[in-house]
């Protein structure tokens, strides 16, 4: 099979690749449990660390090129791709700093009940791991699973998305640059049926970051293995009757339409206090008009992409949502949509319960801000959320009650420390652990009895 990579700006294709085989999987696992074996064996932690740091530097020497690829191959603007680029980059300090200070450590017993007894929890990595990667920004969300999973010592084969192959291969040649074991990082190319393969194979671990629906899919066919499921959000954002409408529409309209929407966390859907509502919704529709399209939040991914957009866009006004501006494809050469609002009264509607993945908003008036919080969290979803008022203790108040696992307040999407802390609740993914390297590893408790001699409880 042949997988392509394709300008969204044109539509031309960039680069054709040959597609692994099925078969092809269960041999990258067995090189990876060799190369792993290796790394666990012959390197001590701190020469792992070391070693995970040359890929930054084999990143930094790449710099250009890769900021090209990914903005050639994924259509997205030039300042996204850098910003994700330079989190990427010092992402590398904040999974050495979590590396060194992440080890065996001893649980404290009670001498009481536990005599002359110790408990350590060790801390190994899973092995091999398998990673099915996502497009969006393949970059940025391929490194929060790599650098913590190799600096906690695991092998990782990693499917890129068939969509963005060009910049998977080149994370593969920057790995090639290092002096880690060849084996440790192995790149599979192709699409679902490579993917498919990759959850049936007896990888130790996987780590999937994708759609909702091949999320399921996939704990249908993964068996028992840990998983790391990075999944689709449908996040609220609420708009308080404090705010500055001026300020706020910028804030919001960059939360739901920068990289044109295709993010996990964007603001899908705006609940706004009916007492400023008309005000809010002229400005929000301002700043719109404002948006440079190419610029500022580049072309859908693929045609069928736009397609699935608009179809849902033309449904939401069949069933009777205001269209405020947008819904139609951008005429010319490549797969661009018009940033669109839509006003929507009917909480039950496709557009307000399940995720668009483009330039979509659409906005519901309520009430008041109980309203609001029961609407945002009447959903199947709970990746983020985003509150907007000008009173900090009631920002935080709201997002307290929001059911999501990233809460915003006068913001929406900044991630902390390359995907450190992130996570999903509900059916966005599998909640993660306090710190994310730990997601990479397992661990052994070992009770160790210090004393030999017989105890109280056994038989006599
Ligand atoms: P997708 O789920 O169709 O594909 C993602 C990857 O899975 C690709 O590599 C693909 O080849 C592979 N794949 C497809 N079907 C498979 C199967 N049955 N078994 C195994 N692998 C399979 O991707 P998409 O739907 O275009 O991605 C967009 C979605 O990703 C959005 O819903 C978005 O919210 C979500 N997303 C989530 C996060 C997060 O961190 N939570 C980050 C980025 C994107």
Redesign the pocket.
């Known amino acids: 099979m042949t997988v392509r990579s394709i300008n969204p700006r044109n539509g031309q294709v960039v680069k054709e690749f040959v597609s692994n085989h099925p078969d092809d999987v269960l041999s990258t696992l067995m090189k990876g449990r060799d190369a792993q074996r290796k790394w666990m064996s012959e390197w001590v932690n701190e020469e792992r660390i070391e070693a995970v740091l040359e890929l930054r530097s084999a990143l930094l020497s790449m710099k250009e090129e890769l900021i090209a690829t990914e903005m050639l191959e994924g259509g997205f603007p030039q300042k996204d791709v850098i910003g994700t680029y330079n989190g990427v980059i010092k992402g590398f300090e904040h999974y050495a700093a979590e590396a060194k200070a992440t080890g065996d450590y001893e649980f404290p017993l009670d001498p009481a009940g536990w005599p002359d007894t110790k408990a350590t929890i060790n801390l190994v990595p899973h092995g091999v791991i398998a990673h099915?990667?996502?497009?969006?920004?393949p970059l940025w969300?391929t490194m929060i699973t790599l650098i913590p999973a190799l600096m906690a010592g695991n092998a990782v084969v990693f499917?890129?998305?068939?969509l963005t192959t060009m910049t998977g291969t080149m994370i593969q040649q920057a790995f090639d640059r290092t002096s880690m074991p060849s084996g440790l990082l192995q790149t599979l190319i192709?699409?679902?049926e490579?993917?498919?393969a990759?959850?049936n194979a007896p990888f130790d671990a996987l780590v999937?970051?994708?759609?909702?629906?091949?999320?399921l899919?996939?704990t249908r066919?993964a068996g028992v293995k840990p998983m790391v499921l990075?999944?689709?959000?449908n996040d609220p954002g609420i708009v308080c009757s404090d705010v500055n409408v001026q300020e706020a529409a910028r804030g919001v309209a960059s939360g739901a339409f920068s990289h044109g929407g295709q993010?996990?966390i964007r603001i899908k859907r705006l609940y706004v206090m009916e007492s400023m509502a008309d005000a809010f919704i002229a400005e929000l529709l301002k700043v719109v008009a404002r948006i440079d399209v190419e610029g500022q939040i580049g072309p859908l991914i693929r045609e069928e992409a736009r397609t699935k957009v608009r179809e849902k866009v033309q449904r939401a006004v069949r069933s009777g949502c205001e269209l405020l501006t947008g819904g139609e494809n951008i005429p010319g050469p490549g797969y661009y949509f018009e940033p669109t609002i839509l006003k929507v009264t009917d909480d039950s509607l496709e557009i307000i319960r399940e995720?668009t993945?483009g330039p979509v908003l659409p906005i519901r008036v309520v009430r008041d801000e109980e309203e609001a919080i029961r609407l945002a969290n009447q959903s199947d979803y709970g990746?983020g959320a985003t509150v907007w008022t000008r009173d900090p203790i009631k920002g935080e108040a709201i997002a307290r009650r929001l059911e999501a696992g990233n809460v915003w307040i006068n913001e929406h999407g900044r991630t902390i420390n390359c995907g450190e802390l992130?996570q999903?609740w509900k059916c966005?993914?599998i909640a993660s652990t306090n710190r994310r390297i730990t997601l990479f590893m397992k661990k052994r408790t070992i009770v160790n009895h210090l004393s030999s001699e017989a105890r109280p409880h056994w038989f006599k």
């Open positions: 099915i990667g996502i497009w969006n920004y969300q499917k890129p998305s068939e192709g699409g679902p490579i993917g498919k990759m959850v999937f970051t994708g759609g909702r629906a091949t999320g899919d996939i066919n990075e999944l689709s959000g993010v996990c995720e993945f990746l992130f999903g966005s993914g």
